[in-house]
């Protein structure tokens, strides 16, 4: 079938089976905003036809590929599997989908394809947003930093490009301000699309009156709901509810009760089993994260039970990037309403104290609320200079620049903006790019170790009360963390934290991210493990710490607080000013907490081991400059360079070269050998040991040897 400008239909029965959908008034308007070249935002109630039916009529209305973006793998796979079997084609022909890797295998399309669904995150990955000539960004209103660059290269676009066609839709979309995104490079058009899907029953249930589990079994049992959805913030919630929901049943009798869970890290095969409708004669129980909130077309639901929270990603003022529990906004409510009633009457209920009115409206862009070397980081995933684009949310050009010198003397990111071999690996961690520089840099066999380190880092320190320590290591907060991470161990209980002054909030998230870090890297690489020692950790923290180290002013770290805090020559504690800069070598301190007087307990770079020393300042340039050689009477070689151009720091080259060094000094070390001969051969007579020797010593002698 052709439609009247002879282009092959090939969605036609999808569009006649959905044409009483409210979005069917609208979306030849729709269609013909986009063919006169303005950009077309289209709003309307979560079911009323847009993923389906507002782009199966995009696709038959254009003569080329209409490619749509969805925020989630699983999105694109459910929408395009969901426009497949209503007009009664074969996934991977006229309607396909682009998820993971620009090559791969899970995806499903081929070049005739008419209709592809597709992430963000392969459109930026894949090049199509370059070259697709017809794109529509669904779920627009999640602001997530994916939907943010994509945007950003569309406008990018737009400016020169006029026969790229946009079509921006969400339920919940604020349409006047996505209107002003687009008003410097094209006119745009608003459609909303008038009318209601099934009804549905809001309720709202305070927590202090009925436990989430007996609300969920009163829906089934007392209500006799078949399909029940359940949001949860997080993968440890929702395994929690899951495991109860089966006791539940087992104890109630409820037999024909089946329990799924889904979340972001489990596999398609996973996913696509939780969905599957329950067995004949069954109720199923779906508890899962936000990959069932937005765009979703689950037949078999009719109920849904939320409990009003998420984990949002923030950049904290005390310098640590963590994903943080919090109130949903309006419109995450108005999507998990909406998966209940796309194709039946349902009943939603908000376990919260918090009514849906008293939410904010909306969400602040994820590009508001992490910080810029995180931004610059994401860009350089998709190989994208983020400097010349124009955002939904104000980004300071400076402050991408001094981003990109922080992590490129991070030794993360080229010159060109694309990731280095580190980069890639830190950008694959649910870390910042300090604590990910620090998990690079630990060796394979303390890896482990180097896992509750690190995450320590990341969280911001453990400290509860920021005028004591942990009562382990005086000398430094972080190790002092660590050695009370491993007597409160995994299991802790919220009073067992008060005993070491351990913050509850921080040791749960340094827990969760140590259990997330284990289950990234493991990969059969812990039957070799051992015990890291002092030297060892203070290493790994070296690694992410080059961006704090003298960044200020470039002198030595004692230099700096004798100037700046209460320096005691013959003790490491250090009082800060209240709200000034922390101080910050090897990462040896908390992270500062605003509106609150600081303690620092750090290890002067002075007093590190020269290993420790000759290893950070080979990984990262600019450490140590101005490399100079020489060699004694005695025949002993040394080398001298400045510590950040301005410290003068000389070290013995011992006879047999640590790696660390080796990779500082060559290949001037060789040169200077080539210059001046080898250097005599030092060491022992044979046969004589030096440790006897020394046990045999005049007293005088060991206390020599000793200074």
Not at 29 to 58: C, H, I, Q, W, Y
Not at 196 to 203: A, I, S, Y
Not at 346 to 363: M, N, Q, T
Request: aromatic share 6%.
């Amino acid at each position: 079938m052709k439609n009247e400008t002879g282009v092959t239909q090939h969605f036609a029965k999808a569009i006649e089976a959905l044409k009483e959908l409210p979005v069917a008034k609208v979306v030849k308007d729709v269609v013909k905003s986009s063919k006169e070249g303005r950009v077309a935002l289209l709003t309307g109630e979560t079911g009323s036809g847009k993923t389906l039916l507002g782009n199966a009529e995009m696709a038959d209305a254009s003569n080329h590929q209409v490619v749509v973006l969805v925020p989630r793998r699983f999105l694109a796979i459910n929408a395009a599997e969901s426009v497949a079997e209503l007009a009664g084609l074969e996934v991977g022909k006229e309607v396909g989908y682009g998820i993971g890797s620009q090559s791969s295998d899970r995806s499903k399309f081929s070049p005739d394809t008419k209709l592809l669904f597709c992430t963000y995150g392969y459109a930026l990955r894949s090049g199509l947003l370059d070259t697709a000539k017809t794109i529509v960004c669904d779920e627009v209103h999640e602001a997530g930093l994916d939907i943010s660059l994509a945007r950003a290269m569309l406008h990018k676009r737009m400016q020169h490009d006029k026969s790229l066609r946009v079509l921006e839709m969400s339920a919940t979309l604020n349409a006047p301000k996505q209107a002003k995104f687009w008003e410097d490079v094209a006119s745009t058009a608003i459609h909303h699309a008038e009318g209601k899907t099934f009804p549905c029953e809001f309720r709202q249930v305070n927590p202090d009156s009925k436990s989430l589990p007996r609300v969920i079994r009163d829906l089934i049992k007392t209500e006799g709901r078949k399909g029940v959805a359940v949001f949860l913030p997080g993968v440890k919630e929702v395994e929690a509810l899951a495991e109860r929901m089966r006791e539940i049943s087992r104890e109630s009798g409820m037999g024909n009760v089946e329990v799924a869970t889904i979340y972001g890290d489990m596999d398609m095969e996973e996913r696509q089993n939780a969905l599957k409708p329950p067995a004949k004669g069954n109720v199923k129980i779906l508890i899962g994260t936000n990959v069932i909130e937005s765009g979703m077309n689950v037949k078999w639901l009719d109920t849904g039970v939320s409990d009003g929270t998420g984990k949002v990603p923030y950049f904290r003022e005390n310098g640590a990037e963590a994903l943080i529990k919090e109130d949903l906004p309006q419109w995450r409510i108005v999507q998990q309403e909406g998966r209940v009633k796309r194709f039946t009457n349902g009943i939603f209920v908000l376990y919260s104290d918090l009514p849906k009115e008293e939410r904010d409206l909306e969400a602040t862009p994820e590009i508001s609320r992490i910080s810029l070397n995180s931004l610059v980081m994401h860009a350089a995933r998709y190989n994208i200079n983020p400097l010349d684009l124009k955002y939904d949310a104000p980004v300071s050009k400076s402050g991408l620049l001094q981003a990109k010198k922080e992590l490129q003397r991070l030794n993360l990111l080229n010159d060109d903006w694309t990731y280095t071999e580190k980069g890639e690996f830190v950008a694959s961690l649910p870390l910042g790019a300090e604590a990910g520089s620090m998990m690079w840099g630990a060796p394979q066999e303390i890896r482990s170790d180097a896992m509750e380190l690190v995450a320590i880092a990341e969280v911001g320190g453990l400290r509860a009360d920021f005028e004591s320590g942990h009562g382990f290591d005086d000398r430094s907060d972080t190790l002092d963390a660590l050695k009370a991470f491993r007597k409160l161990g995994m299991e802790a209980a919220e009073e067992d934290c008060e005993k070491y002054n351990v913050s509850w909030k921080r040791y749960q998230e340094a827990r969760d991210l140590v259990v997330d870090l284990h289950r990234r890297l493991d990969k059969d690489t812990f039957a070799t493990q051992r015990p890291a020692n002092e030297q060892e950790l203070i290493q790994v923290l070296l690694h992410g710490s080059v961006n704090r180290l003298f960044e200020k002013h470039g002198e030595t770290y004692f230099d700096l607080i004798r100037q700046e805090g209460n320096y005691k020559e013959d003790a490491c504690s250090v009082v800060s000013p209240k709200n000034s800069d922390r101080f910050a070598v090897a990462k040896l301190r908390e992270i500062p907490t605003k509106g609150e007087d600081e303690m620092v307990i750090a290890l002067g770079i002075t007093k590190l081991p020269k290993e420790a020393l000759c290893e950070f300042a080979a990984n990262y340039p600019g450490a140590l400059t101005n490399i100079t050689f020489s060699r004694n009477d005695k025949g002993r070689d040394n080398f001298t360079g400045r510590y950040f151009g301005k410290s003068s720091i000389t070290l013995n080259i011992p006879q047999d070269i640590p790696d660390g060094m080796r990779r500082l000094i060559e290949p001037g070390y060789s040169e200077f050998i080539r210059e001046h001969g080898e250097r005599p051969a030092r060491g022992k007579p044979q046969g004589t040991d030096n440790t006897q020797a020394l046990e045999e010593a005049p007293a005088q002698v060991k206390k020599k040897r000793a200074r």
